[in-house]
């Protein structure tokens, strides 16, 4: 895969498989609260590389980076801003050293906390952090970056922008949708799935598609309103584990592997090109979504 593009293998009419949670593995692994996950590429290494490898063996085609909090803006939080380049660098290189020469990686860039609305932070600033994290990410040996969670159209574009513009990286952008009263699905910031797609599209993004608040049922009609709007611009999806629900205090994700890999067939028939996982999401339901992609061939 060192010489290809996701774009080109989606061209090609292939059916990429990406990884699951990140966040909730390290739960998992015993991330107190409160605690920097970023860190954790500096101060646990190993920890880090045993989820990107997990998701390599379980049969991603492409696998993120610990970074998705790596913007200034959230590290300043842990007092870690001056860390960043030093963070998000060692994120793309452990993901690398986990891909290998058989997956991509898609190091992840999360929205910044900030809000353009508000007037706490101006265009400038926004893109120069995103600018600083892509390009600290690229030097680390992302082959693309993925814009993830998004809900306001200004910032997902400045971010897409800033990658574009300042490394060889394909983007992929995806936002995250809640589901209305009146069954319309619409990101914190009012977006549509349509609109979303248009603005990514138009912003410069090479992949498009919803993450995390839902499970891959709701994603289904999600996919739907973006592909036709997206035209032929390829569609990611992230799915939760289903919607989670509290259990003695803890949120639990109700959907096993078997159950979200038998709705993958009609995520594809919807339009989506790339199947991967959200929260709640493991190695386990990676590896049936792979069986069930794979099945899509036979």
């Not at 803890?250 to 890999?261: K, Q, S, T, W």
Request: hydrophobic share 45%; net charge negative; with cysteine.
């Amino acid at each position: 895969m060192k010489n290809d593009t996701i774009l080109g293998a989606v061209q090609s009419g292939r059916v990429l498989v990406s990884d699951g949670a990140w966040g909730t593995f390290f739960q998992k692994k015993g991330i107190k609260p409160g605690e920097c996950p970023e860190l954790w590429c500096i101060d646990r290494p190993a920890e880090v590389l045993d989820v990107a490898r997990s998701y390599v063996d379980a049969g991603a085609d492409m696998i993120e980076s610990n970074s998705f909090g790596g913007s200034r803006y959230k590290l300043e939080l842990y007092g870690l801003a001056d860390r960043m380049a030093e963070i998000n660098e060692a994120a793309a290189q452990i993901s690398c050293q986990a891909a290998g020469s058989s997956c991509w990686v898609i190091a992840s860039i999360g929205p910044t906390g900030k809000m353009l609305v508000t007037g706490e932070v101006t265009e400038e600033e926004l893109y120069a952090a995103f600018k600083e994290q892509a390009i600290a990410l690229a030097k680390g040996g992302a082959r693309a970056l993925c814009i993830e969670t998004m809900s306001a159209a200004d910032e997902a574009a400045l971010a897409i922008r800033a990658a574009r513009e300042n490394t060889k990286c394909e983007v992929i952008c995806t936002f995250t949708f809640q589901r209305g009263a009146k069954g319309q699905y619409r990101t914190m910031m009012g977006l549509s799935p349509a609109k979303a797609a248009e603005e990514a599209i138009k912003a410069g993004a090479h992949v498009v598609g919803p993450n995390c608040g839902n499970g891959m049922e709701y994603m289904l009609e999600i996919v739907k309103e973006m592909r036709a709007a997206a035209g032929a611009t390829p569609i990611l999806v992230h799915a939760n584990a289903g919607l989670p629900k509290p259990i003695n205090g803890v949120d639990v994700f109700p959907e096993g592997p078997e159950e979200m890999a038998a709705r993958v067939k009609a995520v594809v028939e919807a339009g989506a090109n790339i199947i991967g996982g959200c929260c709640g999401t493991t190695p386990a339901h990676i590896s049936a979504i792979r069986k069930a992609v794979d099945g899509l061939r036979k």
